[in-house]
């Protein structure tokens, strides 16, 4: 078989984490799969869209139901969720889900209400078939009036070492319930003055060394090793953000060569405002990145996935893509999917 039929047949849609509105799986998400191959959905409650919690989920037994439907999917696609605790927690305890506290107040809770907690929500979080859990948080708390984490306590403390300690605890609820993690927000955003979903965030004053590290030393020990990456920009490293930065991402992979890296949602407005979606998704392969994250809440873009699925396979015939670079990222969701088969 020759190169060209091998990037022909290679699976792109291994690439992406995709969202769609709706209690069940559409019928484009479908064709998706079946055509492209698909790494993994993200659900949500809120929809901004219809400006109502009317999204993803209902009721406990409605998501358990739209989980196994995107399992059944082609390629058995992963389900992600965003489930921190406090403002950020998708599955709400007024809809009949396990209650689950900020990350500042959490760290506030004795050692065994902690634990308690942690393994109600994880539990729960597997027998619904969620796989990958965006969490834990490990941005430390650098600035109590960043609008995106002080400000709505999603950094579980200032102190370095108590982020370390609770996400080491996150981690072990996790792995015993058989539940992915996933670090964010990388280098750590904790620092930063502006909402990242508004604009790209300028964090090269504002990021302690130790906070890099703390990625390097938590991501393999967490079951599902993998981390999420910021639209941050840090100077010192590249003007580009980090979701685009090779040189971002490259200290990430010399670091943690087999850990997954994750963008955060393509559609925010920094990159939107730059580039777009389907430009800003291939300059983020490019650079380094192994799964793409596309909610289609904050945009309506679900009809557009295709056409995006294609401008990757058509730039890696192209040779502007690196064949084997995206094979190993493909690679790495694989690991990811085994994780989970059983």
């Not at 590249?238 to 850990?259: I, K």
Request: proline residues 5%.
């Amino acid at each position: 078989m020759d190169a060209i039929s091998e990037v022909i047949i290679m699976p792109v849609g291994e690439l992406f984490i995709l969202g769609f509105f709706g209690k069940v799986v559409p019928d484009w998400l479908e064709v998706f799969a079946a055509r492209y191959g698909l790494g993994g959905v993200i659900l949500f409650d809120y929809s901004c869209r219809t400006l109502q919690y009317d999204n993803n989920i209902d009721s406990p037994e409605q998501v358990q139901r739209l989980c196994a439907e995107i399992s059944a999917l082609p390629s058995a696609p992963m389900v992600f969720i965003d489930q921190e605790g406090g403002l950020v927690r998708r599955p709400k305890e007024g809809r009949g889900f396990a209650p689950l506290p900020s990350a500042k107040e959490f760290n506030l809770l004795a050692p065994d209400e902690k634990r308690a907690i942690l393994t109600a929500s994880f539990a729960e979080m597997r027998q619904l078939g969620i796989h990958f859990d965006f969490a834990p948080v490990i941005d430390v708390d650098d600035n109590p009036d960043n609008p995106n984490i002080g400000k709505i306590k999603r950094s579980y403390s200032a102190d370095i070492a108590e982020v370390e300690a609770n996400a080491l605890l996150v981690g072990e609820v996790a792995q015993a319930q058989c539940v992915g993690l996933c670090l964010k927000h990388f280098p750590g955003i904790g620092g930063a003055i502006v909402d990242s979903h508004q604009e790209f965030m300028d964090i090269s004053g504002a990021l302690r060394g130790q906070q890099e590290e703390l990625f390097y030393s938590l991501a393999p020990r967490l079951f599902g090793d993998a981390v999420l990456v910021s639209h941050a920009i840090v100077r010192q490293w590249d003007e580009r953000p980090m979701t685009l930065s090779a040189a971002g991402l490259g200290r990430l992979r010399r670091r943690l060569p087999d850990t997954l890296l994750i963008t955060d949602d393509m559609q925010m407005q920094g990159l939107q405002k730059a580039l777009g979606t389907r430009e800003a998704c291939l300059q983020s392969l490019q650079a380094g990145i192994d799964m793409l994250c596309i909610g289609n809440n904050l945009l309506d873009q679900e009809h557009e996935m295709a056409g995006t699925a294609e401008y990757i396979m058509e730039n890696l015939r192209d040779g502007i893509l690196s064949a084997s670079a995206i094979e190993q990222s493909i690679a790495r969701v694989g690991a990811r999917k085994a994780l989970f088969a059983a």
